[in-house]
């Protein structure tokens, strides 16, 4: 069972936190009910899990990349049992139907964990922007586990961590109209993930977040320097 820790959160963390316009305000946001969640990198990471339902924000290490001097790298290949939990962000369904970050801290070796809706994939769109020091960037990856394979002893083979083909490449650069200042949709790479089964180079199955061929969904959440990225869900069926 995952252990709950009252955390006392510094000011300099509380100073990364600011808020999002909302959605629809010349910002590239279209309108509509929304979730806001801020993912920030430390050189110092925080001690002890961000918990509470009200939480909104993600801590991950700064400069991180699986493979260094790669924001695109992942854990492709590596078997599940073997998994490096740093600079991950499990992905869940969550038992409500809501958003809800239940363990915000990426730096240790347990991962964050973030809570959504099972249907998320179809029902929204998510959308990235950079607001930290100019220079810097993040690299995410969708990826899962491929399902333990059992023979008819009942024996077990782990199997192996697959991703996305498809990841988000953003950078922060200086200036009114830098790069990375206004929300860009990154539907497809966050909440699918694009697989090339054929190992022909060309991604040929997208599967939705949380479909039952794979399981222990995450992102893979590399930085160059300390990069700090506001995510937007937006509702597309709104009732």
Not at 61 to 85: C, F, H, P, R
Not at 90 to 102: E, R
Not at 144 to 151: G, H, P, Q, R, S
Request: charged share 15%; with cysteine; glycine share 12%.
């Amino acid at each position: 069972m995952r252990k709950t820790t009252t955390l006392t959160i510094g000011s300099a963390f509380l100073a990364t936190v600011s808020s999002v316009a909302l959605a629809g305000t010349g910002n590239g946001l279209p309108p509509g009910p929304h979730f806001e969640l801020q993912v920030t990198a430390f050189d110092n990471c925080p001690a002890g899990d961000f918990t509470g339902s009200n939480r909104h924000e993600i801590a991950v290490k700064e400069n991180y990349q699986v493979m260094k001097g790669s924001l695109g790298s992942n854990q492709a290949g590596t078997l599940k049992d073997n998994i490096l939990k740093e600079n991950t962000i499990a992905l869940s369904p969550s038992p409500t139907g809501d958003f809800q970050v239940v363990d915000g801290n990426a730096c240790d070796n347990n991962g964050a964990e973030l809570l959504l809706p099972q249907d998320v994939s179809g029902k929204y769109k998510v959308y990235v922007r950079l607001v930290g020091a100019p220079g810097t960037g993040v690299g995410i990856t969708t990826c899962a586990d491929e399902l333990t394979l059992v023979d008819a002893n009942g024996n077990g083979t782990p199997g192996e961590i697959v991703c996305s083909t498809e990841n988000v490449i953003q950078f922060r650069t200086s200036g009114k109209g830098g790069a990375g200042l206004k929300f860009t949709d990154y539907t497809n790479q966050l909440l699918t993930l694009c697989l090339d089964t054929n190992l022909d180079g060309v991604c040929d199955v997208r599967l939705s977040l949380f479909d039952p061929a794979l399981t222990n969904y995450f992102w893979q959440w590399n930085t160059d320097g300390r990069a700090h990225a506001q995510l937007v869900f937006v509702q597309v069926d709104s009732p």
